[in-house]
């Protein structure tokens, strides 16, 4: 028992969206004494973590392995508000699978990636950091074909997962080594998932690695970067230069693989509309009921992140584990595994 990890205790609860009054009535004792052994304050029992691994449906080893948790940050992609009972399993599952990435990066060798990184300034804007974080890696085209594998050439590791909620869209947080990971809903569409892969760079290039002043809008400077790097003003332009119709928006988005509503946006903030303008295109989306769900026949397809699996097969290859035996190094049971990695 001496490598017993009390933070794990608070994962797995957390995971499984028990509070501690949840779990203490789970295996009949009190939520104080839960709290204790979260804290350290309390040695624990086989018989006791016993039976917290069965409440939790966490294998035994699940709870000696090293890892913390990181509190949450500004990088969230969400609704404005969202409630802890939401947010918190979601945040178990992120910090799971983090740990689960720092061991295999560890157990591979791999070195983190040096990514290009830039300083917001009245002179350098998002939009101006996005234009460069194109040339950085070359990216001549204006429309980006597959966002996905853009990222993971330059070893940005992305997780695509249900987090049980529409209301959370991203996240973006680093291993101890500095692999960034980008957490995305499986759930959503894929216009959606693209942006919010590019909402996620912008806080990585601009935010992440270096402290920011807390007066930042920096949702907004990364909503700014995202729309640059998926839209590039002046190709846009061209597109918006005989006015914005709804049938107009509809054929863009096929090949921008943004939504009708982020292009209606993208011309708005480019000075292209007027409020007027604006808001009877707003009117239309209404009435043609594709505010919320824009039509199915325009649907970009979901790009497929491969990178996790490919160090997977990797890590198995290099130790000979099928993949029942790498689900107990990891010390998941099958089901959670498919559900955070397939």
């Not at 560890?106 to 002179?123: G, Y």
């Not at 101006?128 to 074909?145: H, N, T």
């Not at 009921?289 to 824009?294: A, D, Q, S, T, V």
């Amino acid at each position: 028992m001496e490598h017993f990890n009390p933070t794990m205790v608070t994962l797995a609860r957390e995971a499984r969206g028990y509070t501690q009054q949840d779990l203490a009535e789970r295996i009949n004792t009190q939520k104080a004494f839960i709290s204790k052994i979260e804290h350290g304050e309390l040695g624990v029992s086989e018989i006791i973590l016993d039976s917290i691994s069965k409440a939790t449906s966490y294998p035994l080893n699940f709870f000696f392995q090293p890892g913390t948790i990181l509190p949450m940050n500004l990088s969230y992609r969400k609704r404005k508000k969202v409630p802890a009972k939401v947010i918190t399993p979601i945040e178990a599952k992120f910090n799971i699978v983090r740990n689960n990435i720092q061991f295999l990066t560890r157990s591979l060798n791999k070195q983190a990636p040096l990514i290009p990184t830039f300083k917001v300034t009245e002179e350098n804007t998002p939009n101006l950091i996005a234009k460069q974080f194109r040339q950085c890696l070359g990216l001549q085209k204006p429309v980006i074909d597959n966002l996905t594998k853009v990222l993971e050439d330059q070893g940005i590791i992305i997780s695509c997962f249900e987090f049980g909620s529409e209301r959370v869209d991203s996240r973006s947080i680093l291993t101890d080594d500095q692999f960034p990971i980008m957490f995305l809903n499986k759930s959503h569409l894929g216009d959606r998932l693209r942006f919010s892969l590019a909402f996620q760079l912008g806080h990585l290039v601009m935010h992440t690695y270096s402290p920011v002043p807390a007066d930042r809008e920096i949702s907004h400077e990364a909503n700014l970067f995202a729309a640059e790097l998926l839209m590039p003003e002046e190709a846009i332009k061209e597109d918006f230069k005989d006015g914005v119709t709804l049938p107009l928006l509809a054929q863009l988005k096929r090949k921008w693989k943004v939504s009708m509503i982020s292009l209606l946006y993208r011309a708005d903030d480019l000075g292209l509309l007027t409020p007027n303008q604006k808001r009877y295109l707003v009117q239309q989306f209404n009435q043609a009921k594709i505010r919320r769900r824009e039509p199915v026949e325009l649907d970009v397809a979901k790009e497929q992140p491969k990178l996790i699996h490919q160090m997977v097969v990797e890590y198995c290859n290099q130790e000979s584990l099928s993949l029942p035996q790498f689900t107990q190094v990891l010390a998941l049971e099958l089901e959670d595994y498919l559900e955070l990695y397939c």
